[in-house]
């Protein structure tokens, strides 16, 4: 793999880039599979997100990046900042549940050959659409903390 630094900003010679492809290769090897705030969010998680969320919070607002409706997605980075909220809000979640696990728990229900619906169920959701909506309305506030 070569990663050309001068498309990616040489400030980390693409490292958080390799990462966030990694994790897509990762995840693909072992057929996770869903909806792209799901794979995209991952990957940011898996890849430290922190530091979009932040320049994008920074640029707009955390009401901005919370409002964005990752379920259409758009590519934007405002939707990589909010999708990475969302898994990190997840991923608290799960663990407030009692599984330590938080994500992990997912990716393995989803490796497992389990749809995002049967995964999300991990932390309590019924399906998709409940976590979306749940997390329109509960991200701003879990952004800024």
């Given amino acids: 793999m070569t990663i050309d630094t001068d498309d990616v900003g040489a ?9 966030h492809e990694i994790a ?3 995840m693909f090897a072992a057929d996770v599979d869903g909806s792209t705030w799901w794979m995209e969010g991952t ?3 898996m890849e430290d997100g922190e530091s979009i969320l932040k320049a994008q919070v920074d640029a707009s607002s955390e009401v901005a990046i919370a409002a ?3 379920g259409t997605w ?4 405002d939707h990589y ?3 990475y909220g969302a898994i990190r809000y997840l991923h ?4 407030l549940q009692g599984n330590e696990d938080g994500v992990k728990a997912m990716m393995s229900e989803l490796s497992a050959g389990g749809s995002l619906d049967d995964a999300l169920g991990v932390a309590g959701y019924v399906n998709e659409a409940s976590f979306l909506a749940d997390w329109a309305a509960k991200g701003e ?3 800024g903390t």
């Fill in 11 to 19: 400030d980390d010679n693409g490292f958080t880039v390799a990462m």
């Fill in 24 to 26: 897509h290769a990762v």
């Fill in 43 to 45: 990957a940011q998680f």
């Fill in 68 to 70: 964005q409706d990752i």
């Fill in 74 to 77: 758009d590519g934007s980075l």
């Fill in 81 to 83: 900042a909010s999708a």
């Fill in 92 to 95: 608290e979640q799960i663990k």
């Fill in 141 to 143: 506030a879990f952004i």
